[in-house]
């Protein structure tokens, strides 16, 4: 949050509590605060496209407002009308038609004035495993599989913990470089990529899935995406060319285990 | 040109421009996506037109025909969603219909009967349209999709005969039900109302095995061959496909009715005609919205078992390739709700002494706005490169957990329970309690809002910090707890304004035009997102007819971009309502007079109504 941007806003809007402002002028000030509040009162900064879509849900809202009642939808339609046609506004009249299209050109300029960069694109961030794979000529069932050393953890501890060192070693490596020693995705080689590798912290992330679409990630990385959903700009190594099942299973363990999530269990079809 | 009819061509004039447009978007899509398809399939087309001529030999080796120009995915695409908007109407109007004549019925109110006699008369012509776009829906599967038909067929052929001996039941308790209005006792009509809905419904439970089959086969061994009928019925997604479609039907069909009495309102002549249509549109929209209500959680237990039955469907469907209709799909349903909300909003200014509550609405809208941005939120952003790399990546540290069920679970809870306030204020919009303890009671009520709300958004966030399984079941309590909320709310606020004071009354007629625009734009947006929807669980078998049963191989086996789905989603709404301003055409001719000869024109219409001795306005 930036709270420089944030705390001279909120004293405004209080301010606006005790004016006896217009509907339109009411209705201006909340529409800059809420733009102003988005667009630099949130660190780090929002992309574009979302700002666009939560100034447009902000903008119809005050909308609606604006015509929910009929004595406000009659007093702007007035004072539009008046605006329009009440010599005495000739000039300001003037000035706005004149700067409605400079204001649209500057926009325009500014954009052209920018550094070239990619244009930016939806990205769909979790790609659909198939049913099953076949790793270096086993079938592993990714509906209904199961890491098969989860269940050490209760039976055996002594077993898990040696699975989890073996996670560990395999983790820091192999994957450190890329995802981050606190797996926050944010490892040496990781501002040489785009999209960034995924920050396993994130509650949003791995805790979301079932080891096995881990287990599918890992071992068929970007060659193996689907076609659907394409590009998935992906620079993620197939690892089943350099680590063995088991490795790999270890991994998940570990993963798991260090940033303190638990995996998707499979749900009871009811 | 006259002053009333500049709504209805500007209208006219918008739908023609949407229509164009859909269609330019659409055909320069498609395409797009022939040509890739072409590219696909150029080998297999090349074998089949190489290939033998058609005997009855080797007649069922055909697995595909082609449509011509749109292809026959497209075609089929199109004409089962308009089968089924028809179909869905035609299940709802009843329901609802049924229910206001027993309102009618109980209360001794002439108003409510003539009212569900207005819903029953738009279901006539919708009944034809339904059962020739169904019979239509047939023959374009059997000519398009031989093979598949005759997996399907091979699997449900026993429920076929029931369906259509059911279908032929439909009709005769349809009929009898809308022309023995009034012909009957009031208890037999009752009882062919109740008929009709009980038979349109396992119609549709029957239907729905069908389709819900191809998402989630079962009853069947894997070659996918049949081992019982039941199973394939009973399949995992059936029952909250049927729930789900039931309360979906309810709200479409509810936000349809609301137009035909916002379009009646716009064309009324008479302060009379305008009270009736705007009491029919407000009754209506309450149906439709009372139903949209209970609707989030069955879409939320249909998820579920999508993604319980398969963990790669339900990624396919809210994380992978469909994620991003899921945000157009929330954008569509905050409008909607802020539609709602808005039309109840505009109708308290008929009501006199409503004007105490206006004081209410910039706070609702606030928590509408709130609820509809963090539903909208993706949960990984649109960025480029640069402000990706502000962000730390694709998700944003504070927004990205807002993409999240958690995060949309709390925030349709609250959407929901702003709603009923608006339903609730607007309830209480000329009335004044009566009772001593008012004030205990208004506390009490507001106590049970505070400590659900705080409750729903404690369980939102706790979701963030217990694992997976942990955090889904969390939307049990928040679903309960809203639930909990309405009802006693509604059960203390019936004995508070028990024999309460009447401060105005509703003057039913006087409502701003564009609280009718609300209610067009209402049923717009519920068809179009029973269009996106439908798209939805039906794409999400991808390259699948039966999902891991029987593999789509036609040159239309390849996922739609989500411009093109929407596109043709597009165009289907825009055929839809051409039809249904047919049926409503079509249900107002019973009210014009008889041509004259002579005059080479139709007697000028006196409105079709005469509700003064009802007692209407």
Avoid at chain 2, 123 to 133: D, E, I, M, V
Avoid at chain 2, 259 to 284: N, P, Q, T
Avoid at chain 2, 592 to 611: Q, R, V
Wanted: charge should be positive; glycine fraction near 8%.
């Amino acid at each position: 949050m930036n709270y420089l941007v944030l705390a001279p806003i909120v004293l405004v809007m209080i301010a606006l509590r005790f004016t006896r402002l217009n509907i339109l002028g009411w209705l201006a000030v909340w529409w800059i605060a809420a733009y102003l509040a988005i667009s630099y009162g949130i660190e780090p900064p929002l992309p574009s496209s979302i700002i666009g879509m939560f100034m447009g849900i902000v903008t119809l809202a005050l909308l609606a407002y604006l015509t929910v009642r009929t004595d406000d939808m009659n007093f702007v339609k007035r004072a539009a009308i008046r605006f329009l046609t009440d010599k005495k506004y000739t000039l300001p009249l003037a000035l706005t038609v004149i700067a409605l299209p400079l204001l649209a050109a500057f926009n325009v300029y500014l954009d052209a004035a920018k550094a070239p960069q990619p244009p930016a694109a939806g990205r769909t961030v979790h790609p659909p495993p198939p049913t099953e794979i076949t790793f270096k000529g086993k079938k592993i069932d990714l509906v209904n599989g199961v890491n098969p050393y989860r269940e050490l953890q209760a039976e055996d501890p002594e077993a898990f913990r040696a699975h989890l060192a073996n996670g560990r070693k395999v983790y820091f490596q192999n994957c450190v470089f890329c995802h981050g020693d606190n797996m926050e995705g944010k490892g040496l080689f990781a501002h040489a990529f785009d999209p960034l590798p995924a920050n396993f912290q994130d509650p949003t992330t791995i805790a979301m899935l079932q080891e096995t679409y881990l287990f599918w990630r890992i071992a068929k990385g970007a060659p193996g995406l689907p076609e659907e959903s394409t590009p998935w700009a992906s620079a993620m190594p197939a690892w089943e060319h350099f680590l063995s099942e088991e490795e790999i299973w270890d991994v998940i363990l570990f993963m798991y285990e260090y940033t303190g999530h638990k995996p998707r269990e499979k749900e009871e079809v009811h | 040109m006259s002053k009333r009819k500049i709504p209805f061509y500007i209208i006219s004039l918008i739908v023609v421009v949407s229509l164009a447009v859909s269609i330019k978007n659409v055909a320069e899509s498609w395409q797009l996506q022939r040509e890739l398809a072409r590219a696909q399939s150029v080998a297999g087309e090349a074998a089949q037109q190489a290939g033998p001529q058609i005997t009855p030999e080797n007649s069922h080796t055909v697995e595909y025909r082609k449509f011509p120009f749109v292809g026959s995915r497209v075609a089929v695409w199109v004409i089962a969603e308009l089968h089924l908007m028809f179909a869905a109407f035609v299940l709802a109007v009843p329901m609802f219909a049924l229910i206001i004549e027993l309102i009618g019925y109980y209360t001794k109110d002439k108003r409510y009967d003539h009212l569900a006699y207005e819903f029953t008369k738009l279901l006539s012509t919708s009944f034809s349209f339904t059962a020739s776009l169904g019979a239509l829906l047939t023959f374009m599967l059997i000519i398009y999709y031989p093979k598949l038909t005759t997996y399907l067929i091979a699997i449900f052929s026993p429920t076929f005969l029931p369906y259509v001996l059911l279908f032929f039941a439909e009709a005769g308790f349809l009929y009898a039900y809308y022309y023995g209005w009034g012909k009957f006792s009031p208890k037999v009509h009752i009882a062919l109302g109740v008929a009709l809905n009980l038979v349109g419904t396992t119609i549709m439970f029957i239907a729905n095995a069908w389709l819900t089959f191809m998402n989630t086969p079962a009853g069947i061994n894997e070659s996918g061959g049949l081992l019982s009928v039941w199973g394939a019925i009973t399949n995992f997604t059936w029952m909250p496909i049927n729930i789900h479609r039931l309360i979906a039907n309810v709200a479409f069909g509810g936000s349809i009715a609301a137009a035909y009495g916002a379009y009646k309102f716009l064309g009324a002549r008479s302060e009379e005609e305008k009270a009736h249509y705007d009491w029919m549109g407000y009754v209506g929209n309450f149906i439709a919205i009372a139903a949209l209500l209970p609707l989030p959680f069955a879409g939320y237990w249909l998820g579920k078992e999508i993604y319980a039955y398969s963990q790669s469907l339900g990624i396919v469907l809210m994380g992978g390739t469909f994620s991003w209709l899921f945000i157009i799909q929330a954008v569509l349903i905050g409008n909607l709700f802020l539609a709602a909300n808005y039309y109840l909003w505009v109708s308290m200014e008929r009501i006199e002494g409503a004007q105490r509550f206006r004081k209410f609405i910039k706070y609702l809208l606030a928590s509408i706005t709130v609820c509809f941005i963090v539903w909208a939120t993706p949960h990984s952003l649109v960025a480029t490169v640069e402000e990706a790399r502000r962000m730390g990546g694709s998700h944003h540290p504070m927004l990205g957990v807002l993409g999240v069920m958690s995060a949309k679970n709390t925030a349709v809870n609250i959407l929901i329970l702003t709603t009923y306030i608006s339903f609730l204020l607007y309830r209480r919009g000329n009335r004044e309690a009566t009772v001593s303890w008012a004030k205990l009671g208004n506390t009490v009520q507001f106590l049970i809002f505070a400590v659900v709300v705080s409750f729903v958004v404690f369980l939102g966030v706790y979701g963030y910090f217990v694992e997976a399984k942990v955090r889904i079941g969390l939307s049990v309590p928040q679903v309960l707890s809203v639930l909990f909320a309405m009802i006693s709310v509604t059960v203390i606020d019936i004995f508070m304004f028990k024999n309460a004071k009447s401060i105005g009354p509703i003057r039913w007629g006087k409502i701003p035009a564009r609280a009718q625009y609300a209610l067009f734009f209402l049923a717009v947006t519920f068809t179009w997102l029973m269009g996106l929807m439908g798209y939805v669980r039906a794409g999400l078998r991808q390259h699948w007819h039966v999902y891991g049963v029987m593999q789509d191989t036609s040159p239309d086996a390849f996922t739609p971009t989500l411009g093109f789905a929407s596109g043709v989603v597009s165009v289907t709404v825009l055929i839809f309502f051409t039809f249904i301003a047919i049926v409503f055409w079509l249900s107002g001719l019973s009210g014009k007079k008889d041509w004259e000869a002579g005059t080479g024109k139709t007697a000028p219409s006196k409105g079709g109504l005469d509700l003064a001795e009802e007692g209407q306005s």
